[in-house]
């Protein structure tokens, strides 16, 4: 699809389109795709399920804070399920995401599993900082496989 395709679709989504999951996987999409459905996440206030999956996503720094952004759409959305498997999601990225797990009250899945963690010394450690901030919030389900 890529991400100005992507754009197109989202542009033409009507104001409060009643969709609830979108799955995205496999579509090639860089972490430009993120900041796209963010400036359309008003179109999708019932979007709860975003699947990212298999697009690479995060391996640009630059990236980390539209990720980060994802689990609440900047306002426009409450996920509970997010999927950012194999999205090549560097350390930057991961770090963003811990940081904003705690303003995601909604998010009860969350699935980073099979990232490189780029940029990383020690991956073990990025993960266990983003398992703890999880767990603070009394999250159910996360999926960090490297």
Known sequence: M???HLGILCSQLPPNTPLTQVDLSQQGLTGEACEVLLEHAAALPRLSSLNLSFNPLGPYPDSADNIAALPCGRGGWSLTDLSLLHT?????ATTALTDAIA???ALTRLDVSYNPLIGAEDP???LGRLKAAWSMGGKAEIDLKL
């Open 103 to 105: 303003g995601a009250p």
């Open 88 to 92: 090549m999601l560097c350390v930057e």
């Open 124 to 126: 073990s450690e990025v």
């Open 2 to 4: 890529g991400c100005t």
